[in-house]
């Protein structure tokens, strides 16, 4: 043990000496753990506020009730259980909107509450009592109440003029919750005698057989293990930020597996020394590895801290972009278990293995007296780079063979993982190539050595343009995947939102008297009915709208595939038109029958259009409308759109507002539509360019760290050079001419590799994760952006090696030839 203790001291003693390659291996392990942390940070965070919000019903144990065909369903089965002697208790839930915020509200009948719920303590504290005497009261997370700048006691109105009895904070109640009692819901939510669950006591579980006998086949039983649709909707988003974390991680990785090979190739004298003295190859193992397991401590300690405060930073913008998308409401507050912190700390410590491990076998495998020669594996530097060739081809391979076999979204992530890592591997070849070529083109002595020492350096910075390389490809890739969505996107809003002016009505009443007002206005020349309602097909939730017969959609609602006369079909047969990730996911295209579940029985109707339906993860079905309120009695009746006159609207929207105030739950213009769907497009990508951001951030600091570590190795082989006359200014521009040559083949290779990365996305993962298919846009100003942007990488990376070189003085360039190399 005391062996080993002095020669880690020795071992350690290297890094006072060289700190600049303490600092960029500590700043890479960090940086690369801090990356990965923060996104499975955010990762966690989500998951967490989604179990929150799915066991509000069921708390681990409890069974619910719902409706077998999904929507609403009468009170009068919740009497019926009861008095067949099963113990359930009512739920009602719904959107509220309170001022600019959408927050779900729960209506619950305390005194029946069963006992394994979160919400059980409404029932065995004195919230019980107060929720149902009096004017009663509301319950929301601290922190709701902190997102809505309200104190205990305030009271808030829903946009629907209904008052809401007095706020009070309960730690139980998930984030972005309301929870009243049921009768204060029903009349919130306008849903007299609906319920939307009943919870099952744990005393009186129920079956399949034994529902269907006192309930028929209203209800459908869920039981508490059952995926919540929340958490299968967001499972691509997820997936999607853990990809770019492994990205991230990986670039840097990059960073310390370069520090770590630099560093073992200074230590090999101090290596053969210690050897020579005696030490034996399992002491000096066991010294590198508690050198290893104190970086893991120290570096991996710091990027566990920084991936926290990356992932603070980051979340309320993941917040925005789930709740714009999905609906889903996230805690704004962070908190992490200990399974968390260790995840990170383990994730840095396998990552300081592996990088450091081909090194660690190098040198202990190496007999004593080669040890001493600088660079003693660089001479094998053919085979190796061959052998990079070989692994590079079989990573392709690996890409054809998932590309062909598998599926999902497992597949498009391992097809570019295997592409990107076939690219860079191959990338010191090609990089090898060009220099030979280049060296039997020169005809200057200067030159020649120019080319030919470039492929010697080529070794010490493979790792740091290889993390270059992956950090323009993913730009360029997520880059152009993100322009076409844009791009795509505002074209598709263009031809969606044809109609000038879309309302929402507090009650299907309201919704009449403002129809029948609009037809007393000449500046209206259509009221189009836009009804919709629920229901589920395949186990996954639908939302069907109605589309009267007029030219608003016949003449701009954009297909993808469409049947003969489609339009006709639609309005005078049983026809539907079907969005693109529904028909994907059913396995259906044009003229499929769909048996569509409705509140009386099931609809059988024909697809005569498939459509596209850009950022929606739920299915969506268009229906006439007349054909809508005909099957399903619960459609909403109070959503309507009104084409004006552009110069009209602002007009028509003030009297409206004068005249129905609080009978209008939602007035908004085609404008602001288009300002709100882009922000929300906005906030979705806003982690992707930050993330993107970073990694670009640390192939820079990979490639300045390897630059910087690599200038006191350099010094061997430009010595001789500047003996023979040439200047050290001139070697310090020949050294960055060549570290920007590097960096424009980089780029000029991640062109290619960036856009197989955007079809990749676009055909492959966004098809797999959201059910429908950009077409794919290419931006070659882009690329021209981001050799650019390599250059001035490498430039910002080089400057200071190259200065250093410029101003060393010459006894430093003399000391070479006095030690004999």
Not at 72 to 97: H, T
Not at 493 to 512: F, H, K, N, Q, S
Not at 706 to 718: E, F, K, P, V, Y
Not at 732 to 760: D, H, K, N, Q, V
Request: with cysteine; aromatic share 8%.
């Amino acid at each position: 043990m005391r062996e080993t203790l002095f020669t880690l001291l020795a071992l350690i003693s290297h890094w006072r000496r060289h700190k600049a390659n303490l600092a960029t291996l500590v700043l890479g392990l960090a940086i690369a753990t801090a990356l990965w942390s923060g996104v499975q940070a955010l990762n966690a965070q989500a998951r967490k506020s989604y179990d929150s919000a799915a066991r509000v019903f069921s708390g681990g144990e409890t069974q619910n009730l719902v409706a077998a065909r999904g929507g609403l369903f009468d009170q009068a089965l919740f009497a019926r259980l009861r008095r067949a002697g099963v113990k359930v208790s009512p739920a009602l839930e719904g959107a509220a909107r309170i001022g600019e915020k959408n927050l779900r509200l729960i209506g619950l009948e305390p005194v029946t509450l069963p006992r394994t719920t979160p919400l059980a303590s409404l029932r065995e504290n004195d919230e019980a009592t107060h929720i149902l005497s009096g004017e009663g009261r509301s319950f929301a997370a601290p922190e709701t109440l902190r997102d809505l700048h309200l104190s205990e006691g305030a009271r808030i109105a829903t946009e629907r003029g209904f008052l809401l009895p007095p706020l009070y904070a309960i730690d139980a109640a998930p984030p972005g919750t309301i929870v009243v009692d049921i009768g204060v819901a029903q009349k919130a939510l306008d849903k007299p005698l609906r319920l939307s669950r009943l919870l099952v006591s744990t005393e009186t579980p129920l079956d399949a057989a034994r529902l269907a006998d006192i309930a028929g086949d209203a209800l459908r039983l869920v039981e508490p293990d059952d995926e919540n649709d929340l958490s299968r909707l967001t499972d691509s988003f997820h997936l999607n930020l853990t990809a770019f974390g492994l990205l991230a991680f990986l670039v840097g990785f990059f960073i310390v597996s370069a520090s770590f090979g630099l560093a073992f190739e200074q230590r090999l004298p101090m290596v053969r020394t210690l050897r020579a003295l005696g030490v034996p190859a399992q002491a000096l193992a066991a010294a590198l590895f508690l050198e290893l397991l104190l970086f893991t401590l120290v570096a991996g300690g710091l990027g566990v801290v920084g991936g926290y405060v990356i992932a603070a930073a980051l979340l309320p913008d993941v917040a925005a972009s789930l709740e714009g998308l999905y609906g889903a409401e996230l805690s704004g507050r962070l908190s992490l278990d200990a399974r968390w912190w260790l995840s990170g700390l383990a994730m840095a410590g396998g990552g300081a293995l592996l990088a450091a491990g081909a090194g660690l076998l190098k040198t202990l495998r190496l007999p004593v007296l080669s040890v001493a020669r600088p660079i003693a594996w660089r001479e094998a530097h053919r085979r190796y780079l061959w052998r990079q060739a070989a692994f590079a081809v079989l990573a392709l391979i690996g890409a054809a063979i998932a590309y062909r076999f598998a599926t999902g979204l497992v597949m498009g992530f391992m097809v570019i993982a295997f592409v990107l890592l076939g690219a860079a591997l191959f990338l010191p070849l090609a990089l090898a190539a060009l220099l030979r070529l280049g060296e039997r083109l020169a005809e200057r002595p200067l030159a020649r050595w120019f080319f030919a020492d470039g492929r010697q350096e080529i070794a010490g910075l493979s790792l740091a343009l290889k993390a270059l390389l992956l950090a323009l490809a993913t730009n360029i890739g997520v880059g152009g995947m993100v322009e076409g969505f844009r791009e795509t996107f505002t074209g598709w809003l263009d031809t969606r939102l044809v109609a000038e002016i879309y309302y929402e009505a507090a009650t299907p009443a309201d919704a009449g008297d403002i129809v029948a007002w609009a037809r007393t206005r000449p500046e209206i020349s259509a009221i189009l009915p836009v009804w919709r309602t629920r229901t589920r097909l395949a186990d996954w939730p639908v939302e069907i709208i109605g589309m009267a017969p007029h030219e608003t959609y016949s003449a701009h609602f954009s297909l993808l595939k469409a049947a003969p006369d489609n339009w006709r079909k639609l309005h005078d047969t049983d026809a539907v038109l079907a969005s693109e990730q529904l028909a994907r996911r059913l396995g259906v295209g044009l003229g499929a029958t769909l048996d569509i579940p409705t509140p009386t029985d099931t609809w059988r109707a024909t697809i005569v259009g498939i459509f596209p339906d850009y950022g929606n993860p739920r299915g969506q079905l268009r229906v006439d409308h007349d054909r809508l309120a005909a099957h399903f009695s619960d459609a909403s009746g109070v959503h309507y759109s009104l084409r004006v006159a552009p110069a009209d609207v602002p007009q028509v929207m003030a009297d409206m507002r004068a005249r129905f105030g609080g009978k209008l739950a939602r007035l908004i213009d085609n404008a602001e539509i288009h300002r709100i769907s882009t922000s929300i497009f906005e906030r979705t990508f806003t982690v992707t360019a930050a993330l993107n951001t970073l990694t670009l951030i640390v192939a820079a600091i990979a490639l300045f760290a390897s630059l910087l570590t690599l200038s006191n190795l350099r010094i061997a082989h430009i010595a001789p050079v500047w003996a023979i006359g040439v200047t050290r200014r001139r070697l310090a521009g020949l050294e960055l001419l060549r570290i920007l040559l590097f960096s424009c083949a980089a780029a000029l290779l991640a062109i290619p590799l960036g856009l197989f990365m955007t079809w990749a996305l676009v055909e492959i993962v966004n098809v797999a994760a959201f059910g429908w298919r950009l077409p794919l846009h290419v931006f070659p100003a882009q690329w021209a952006q981001v050799v650019m942007v390599a250059l001035i990488t490498a430039l910002v990376a080089a400057l200071a090696p190259a200065i250093r070189l410029a101003r060393s003085a010459p006894v430093d360039l003399l000391k070479v030839f006095a030690n004999e190399r």
